[in-house]
């Protein structure tokens, strides 16, 4: 059969018109929805935003006890001195970072295969819940996925034109991204791997063709394409050199931090951490997932296609299982990515989150726009691009009510009905920051947290899973117990979720002690629920009584 030409035709006429049209919606859509949610912020938001408001002198210190990089942090730092630390000021950091990326995610698609690809990429960007939900987060997701775009522009021009300016922009993209998250080591040996072998091929390759006084089809004056490559490593290395004074510190949360609040993945959690993208985080267990199931499956689809798929007709597609050159190195970086992350976790007994796949997502999805070009049909394109987007927009748009936390209806009842001088106790610590966040400060509450005894505001991951085993819930309730007592009789308010990696069944041990403590009546105000809430929570009272 004859060769099939890489240029794609755009719609023309009033197909043209249509989608023009629909773009529009879908991209305005996709940046309202990059700034509405009505959730409190949960955990890591509140963690993350009271490390951010420390001095700039601390926060670094405050970081190391934390397990991630500093980039984020410093950003939010400065972000909230402007806008302030309201939920909507704190996320809308990553809202405008989300914003920023669809451009960025159109000159990537255009680079890599044409107007096509790139209007392709910016629908389907717009509308994906990971992106959605990451930019109404205020984490350092966000900033992940836009600095992935900037980092493949400039490789990718790097390897084009290997000038200065070009390969400084690697070297910093590349240094950020390491001070954005740790995953990014990942991404950045596969793509430095890549970079090498192929360096190391392609000089091979021109030592054969001088040995063999072959004709030279480039330029006199055009490097040849290994010591472009050659340079864009330099390029690579050198951003990584800029992550040497971090490493000091890198290594101390290696050491003593991990990831005590989930269990290592197995090899399953690359098919997860794809799925994972198909879905907002919040509403993985209080929402229908059917669309998520969809989209996953167009993904899955168009990135085979893009590897290996090559349209020889409106109704013909044929598979070249030697993989399509121009899908290939995004492939590695993908697929390597995720394998050696994996492997890594596996290893080094580390968590995995989809959340942290994030260094591959936009990568993943310029793929899935490439794969949707192999349709020479240009209704049948079109139709997978609006099924794709609509299946986006649906999971994008259950973020809008999603709640996050029940930290706000545990503090509304503590804030109603506790006194001062009473104590209100977690279990574990995770329920501190973002029931902090929202508690009635100026009353003065006695707050204390199991199992380091301090209080709310930070959760210490340092040796966070010894410590857990350490701890006695039983001797706990009766510091709490001893301290009530001693304060003329304050009650007791135990926030605690049972459940959570490390702890057994300590939490709930703890409820029960305090509830068989004689003279104390316990009252349960608020009940998790699970079904409604991404991180759900009880509220016990426990209140002196009468001999």
Partial sequence: ????????????????????????????????????????????????????????SQIAGSVKHDGAPPLYYYLLHFWMRIFGQSDLATRSLSGVIGVITLPVAWLAGNRLGGRVVAWTTLVLLASAPFAVYYSTEARMYGLVILLTGCGFLALHRSLQEPRPGNLIAVAVVTAALLYTQYWAIYLIGVVGLWLLVTAFLGRRRDRAADAADADADAAPDAAPNWKRQRSALVAVAVGCVLFVPWLPIFVYQSRYTGTPWAAPPNFAAVINAVTGF???????????????????LVYFAMFALALFGIGRSGRIIELDLRTRPRARGLS??????????????????SAFAPRYAAVVFLPLLLLVALGTITFLDQRVRLAVVAIAVVAGLIGSAQNVNTQRTQAPRVAAVINAQAKPGDIIAFCPDQLGPDVYRVIDRSTRFSMVTFPRGTGPQFVDWVNYSKVVHAASAVAFAGKLVAAAQAGGGHRIWLVWQPGYQTYGVKCEQLASTLLEQPHFGGHNWVTNSPRHYYEPMNLTEYAPQAP
Avoid: C, K, Y
Wanted: proline share 4%; no cysteine; aromatic share 4%.
């Fill in 278 to 296: 198909t879905a907002n985080q919040g509403s993985l267990s209080t929402a229908g997932t059917d669309q998520g199931r969809l989209l996953a």
């Fill in 332 to 349: 590695i970086a993908v697929a390597g990515t995720l394998f050696a992350a994996i492997a890594g976790g596996i290893l080094t007994s």
């Fill in 1 to 56: 059969m004859r060769p099939v030409s890489e240029a794609i035709p755009a719609p023309t006429g009033r197909m043209r018109t249509v989608v023009g049209v629909v773009v529009v919606v879908v991209v305005a859509a996709g940046i309202v929805l990059r700034f509405l949610t009505h959730s409190a912020l949960w955990l890591d938001e509140a963690l993350t935003v009271d490390r951010a408001r420390l001095p700039v």
